[in-house]
């Protein structure tokens, strides 16, 4: 269960690191948030631990509900739907990623955890996101799924305290909604959410 | 060596049933898209009306068309009987996968030369997509090969498909593994996120391209061909990825359940291609490329994982 919960993740991450709609990378994003909030409803089932119970609860509404929300009206305000211009191709990020988790695993044999394992791919993921595409909404997207690789990690330690799990997803929160609010200027005062135009100083 | 009866039947089963199940799929997509649809025995008809037909051969072409297609067919029934149906055993016999995989090389190649060979423009552009679509799709299928290896420490099909009937939770890396192998047969079968097979639309047309110029019996030929190899790909997929279930002893209640279990399976997964190919689009050519990176990427995901632990 939790396996194939777990392959759903890495499935839907890898492929989101060469797509290039952003109505589908939103949906691949929601799908995984919903796999990692099963997840920790499994193993509050099997632990009987409410604070598993309760991260399962404020992963599927802030990251399954909210955020998706606030994307897709920034999307349809902006009127962009896709990335057109990508630093790395679709094809190049599909290697690089395949390559990055294969090293990442190799350097993490010792570990038979596989929580810990699938968090760093979704960092490699995230960072690769965020460094080789050029449109804002991309690299928050970016963040996003390397917030869930965080969270995936957090689940394989077996205490944490509620404080900073609450504090996690929360900062994702309100990164998406400062983000959403931000592309929206960034658009304003450019007229494109490409950050190569930051370079071009404006009175 | 030696060659159980047994595996001979249920190959005979296969080549005989595959029109069936293609008439099944056919039916599938009919009532998903919301018509009636022709019977499930259509691809039987269809191939009687064929073989009935003379065969009529272009001037210009030379003796690849003229032996082509018998070459295709006979390929095509040899892969039927190097895999497990629903029966199998730890004997030594044949069955090891780089026969498979190259038998399919032999119609692969065998197709792309009788496009090239009739000298008409459509089969020339045929056969360049159809070898660069399986170009990228070969390191995948060697990929595949390799997890299988790793993971039962074997390279014979029957054998495969003994062990991994055994276990009853897989691991992550299995499941990977799995969905690459879905993406590889609806690339080698010319399934829809790659090409269209219902379609004669010049933009569009893979497969149908290299095969316009055949008429007649030649063409009855191919078309068993593709509906066997079809066939032959699930059952790989069935028996090397999902085999609970299949028969390990040769007692009447065994094979029957072994056989029941198999047909829940093979139909489970027609309506997946089914839903596939109803919901999805066919992408452009250089788009439904960018698939296969993804696909080794999961490929060497699913290997490091079997390696390492």
Do not use: W
């Amino acid at each position: 269960m939790i396996e194939a919960l777990l392959t759903i993740i890495l499935i839907s991450s890898i492929y989101m690191s060469g797509v290039r709609r952003i109505k589908l990378l939103t949906g691949g994003f929601v799908f995984q948030s919903a796999a990692i909030g099963l997840i920790a409803l499994k193993l509050g089932y099997d632990t009987g631990e409410v604070h598993y119970y309760v991260l399962a609860l404020l992963t599927i509404i802030t990251k399954v509900i909210i955020m998706p929300l606030i994307i897709n009206k920034s999307v349809k305000k902006l009127k962009i739907n896709r990335e057109m211009e990508l630093m790395v191709n679709a094809f190049n990020s599909y290697i690089l990623t395949g390559t990055g988790i294969m090293i990442a695993f190799g350097l993490l044999n010792k570990s038979h955890n596989n929580f810990i394992k699938t968090g760093i791919a979704l960092f490699i993921i995230g960072v690769l996101l965020m460094v080789a595409r050029k449109k804002a909404i991309t690299q928050m997207l970016g963040f996003l799924i390397f917030e869930n690789g965080i969270v995936l990690f957090e689940i394989s330690l077996t205490k944490m305290s509620f404080v900073i799990e609450a504090g996690i997803v929360f900062e994702g929160l309100m990164l998406a909604l400062i983000m959403g609010i931000m592309i929206f200027h960034i658009n304003k005062t450019f007229d494109s959410i490409n950050t190569d135009s930051f370079e071009n100083l404006k009175e | 060596m030696r060659y159980n009866l047994f595996y001979f039947i249920q190959s005979i089963l296969i080549v005989v049933l595959s029109p069936l199940l293609i008439g099944i799929l056919k039916k599938m997509k009919a009532i998903l898209r919301g018509y009636v649809g022709s019977s499930i025995l259509q691809p039987y008809y269809d191939l009687e009306k064929l073989l009935k037909k003379g065969r009529i051969i272009s001037n210009r072409s030379s003796f690849i068309t003229t032996i082509g297609p018998i070459i295709i067919l006979g390929a095509t029934i040899t892969t039927a009987f190097f895999i497990p149906v629903f029966y199998t055993s730890m004997e030594k016999s044949i069955g090891n996968l780089f026969i498979l995989m190259f038998a399919f090389a032999i119609v692969k190649i065998f197709t792309v030369l009788i496009g090239l060979d009739s000298s008409s423009t459509f089969g020339g552009m045929g056969s360049s997509r159809e070898a660069f679509i399986s170009m990228m799709a070969e390191p995948l299928m060697l990929f595949l090969i390799t997890f299988l290896y790793i993971e039962t420490k074997d390279f014979n099909i029957f054998h495969i498909s003994f062990i991994n009937s055994n276990i009853v939770h897989f691991k992550m890396e299995h499941y990977i593994a799995m969905v690459s192998f879905i993406i590889c047969l609806l690339a080698e079968n010319a399934r829809i996120p790659f090409d269209n097979p219902e379609t004669h639309l010049e933009l569009t047309m893979m497969h149908e391209a290299m095969i316009l110029d055949l008429s007649g019996s030649d063409l009855a030929y191919v078309e068993l061909s593709s509906y066997i190899k079809l066939v032959v790909y699930l059952i790989i997929l069935i028996n090397c990825y999902i085999p609970m279930g299949i028969a390990t002893t040769l007692t009447a209640s065994a094979l029957f359940l072994g056989f029941l279990i198999f047909i829940i399976k093979l139909l489970f997964c027609l309506l997946g291609i089914a839903i596939i190919e109803t919901t999805f689009a066919k992408s452009r050519l250089f788009r439904g490329a960018e698939i296969f990176p993804a696909t080794i990427a999961l490929g060497i995901v699913a290997i490091t994982l079997i390696y390492i632990l």
